[in-house]
């Protein structure tokens, strides 16, 4: 199993542009979360999905969007990129039973730059 | 909305020390608390979490966490660190009912040969 996994690692995007960053798992996990990581303030939740076709907004969701048309992926994008959006990103997903119920299984991060 | 507050940003410490990692909550219902380590460029682990019953929780290489519901706080222990347990620490908190996870600042431990 590959867990979970982000694409890309690294992103340099001029102010304007626009990208979308993708997650993967391979868990069968109902929830999906994307987060942002910032220096001294830990991580901040933007959307999460509780299932296929479903999203909802966290703490931090202005500037971005995210679509989950799949159960196993679940897409961040940014239409206008600004330098307030420069961050780390990570992926996140859930399972809802088991041993690790209510665990949260984390991606490697997504490195974006804003300039 | 829960939040949470982790008392120190870094702490040093030696080789072979105790350790505690700070971590208070607060929520007006029932939470499940949560631990995780993030080793430099990589993504979070899971240490440890308390979801119900004993309020002493084991984890992963070796650390624990006491719950205590009266002082809402979710400290962090280790009885003696390695050099490998150099890394970032996050205390995390949920309500029983939401999906929403709320993560403290982090811990920056260094640990000293």
């Known amino acids: 199993n590959a867990g979970v996994t982000q694409t890309p690692k690294f992103r340099v995007l001029k102010t304007g542009q626009s990208m979308t960053l993708l997650c993967a798992q391979d868990m069968n996990h109902e929830y999906m979360y994307w987060y942002r990581q910032d220096p001294g303030m830990g991580l901040r939740l933007i959307h999460y999905?509780?299932?296929?076709?479903?999203?909802a907004k966290g703490e931090v969701p202005d500037g971005y969007n995210v679509s989950r048309l799949k159960k196993q992926n679940f897409l961040l994008g940014l239409e206008s990129a600004a330098p307030s959006q420069t961050s780390v990103y990570f992926c996140a997903s859930k399972g809802v039973s088991g041993k690790a119920y209510n665990e949260q299984f984390f991606g490697p991060g997504t490195r974006l730059t804003v300039l | 909305a829960q939040s949470v507050t982790q008392l120190d940003s870094q702490v040093p410490v030696f080789e072979e020390a105790p350790v505690e990692l700070r971590c208070n909550y607060s929520?007006?219902?029932?939470?499940?608390l949560f631990w995780y380590v993030q080793y430099p460029n990589q993504g979070l682990q899971l240490l440890l979490k308390?979801?119900?019953?004993?309020?002493l929780v084991k984890g992963i290489n070796g650390f624990e966490a006491e719950f205590n519901k009266s002082q809402t706080s979710f400290h962090l222990r280790k009885p003696s660190v390695h050099i490998s347990d150099t890394a970032e620490y996050f205390c995390?908190?949920?309500?029983?009912?939401?999906?929403?996870?709320?993560f403290g600042a982090g811990t920056r431990l260094t640990v000293k040969p």
């Open positions: 999905s509780v299932g296929e076709g479903t999203t």
């Open positions: 995390a908190v949920t309500l029983y009912n939401n999906n929403d996870m709320r």
């Open positions: 929520s007006s219902v029932s939470v499940y």
């Open positions: 308390y979801l119900s019953g004993s309020t």
